[in-house]
């Protein structure tokens, strides 16, 4: 048992068309805005107040509070260069290829302790002109939240910006900013294991993202309430939310817990059976998911919790597998440890 901290690492991420352009305060002050907005959706939604550390800096001492003043000194951000030429590639690839990019780096020295966030901008604009102005390229999945944006020149770089955004007046909307914070949490949140989900956040839906700051920082302000330890109502978030089941998985994650990872522990497949063994006698699986085509089409809790699982046709009960031979199971501990695997429809259809 190894004793860490686990964090998001933040890249900034320098694409051969850009000379230095000096965004470090706005990419980091967008993900103390994501970093504070989950630690309040998951208290709002019932749950104790947490949310994933920065390089540097641990969320697990205090609470997030708002009043974010000196952004540079928060927490550290490093710098990729990277060549890419962003019309040609499939994100898919992309993505990829920065992975491997960050495992040849000095990036790569703390590997079972971090997730990355690597965030680029591009001066490309998009062929198609829309309305959110969508990311030139959003992917996250294992250790790496990947996006890159057109538009981070205009992003907000202090609580003040952040007010004029809110009030129609800053360099880009609401509805803009919103939506590229949004995805860049979605992104984030599949490092955390979540799959996608019907509505909310892990839909793509992030039209709401905002409303909590405006609560915060407008409504707030006018009932002369304090923004510190005030609980959002759950109505403040609209859609802009996470399933239940996402939130089980979040609540109990190894990032957002900062607990002992216990590297030892183990689930093994025996048939369609799910052994779990862990050198502490007192570990426990927690729950299983099912993954069609990364949607979470099943969720089972284990209440007593339990360290071996059958499944059997009956799980497939009411889920559209949509023709694979394979399907993706995830399991997880009771300290958060995540565990993914295959296993064969065929099989599962003819065990009982
Ligand atoms: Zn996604």
Redesign the pocket.
Known sequence: MTSVSQFVRVVQLELNEENELHLDRKTKFAVRIIQFFLQEIIKSFGYERKTFSLESISASSENLHLEIKDVEKNFVTHVCKYSIDLETVETELVWKDVAKKLVQSNHFDRKTECKWLVIGHSRRPKATSDALEEPLLAE?GGGLALFIQNNITRWPESIGDLVSVLKGEGSISKAQYSHSLGAML?ELC?TFDLG?APKGIMNRDFAHFLDVFEFLLLKNEAENLSTQDCLIPPKVFGSTIFTKEGLTVLNRHLWLNHTFLSLESEVVLQGTRIDFSSPRSAARLMFIQFWVEGLVVKHIDLDVGCNSFALGRDHLCGIETNGGEKILVLVMDDVGNVFKRFIDLYELYMSK
């Open positions: 996250g979605h599949h996608h």
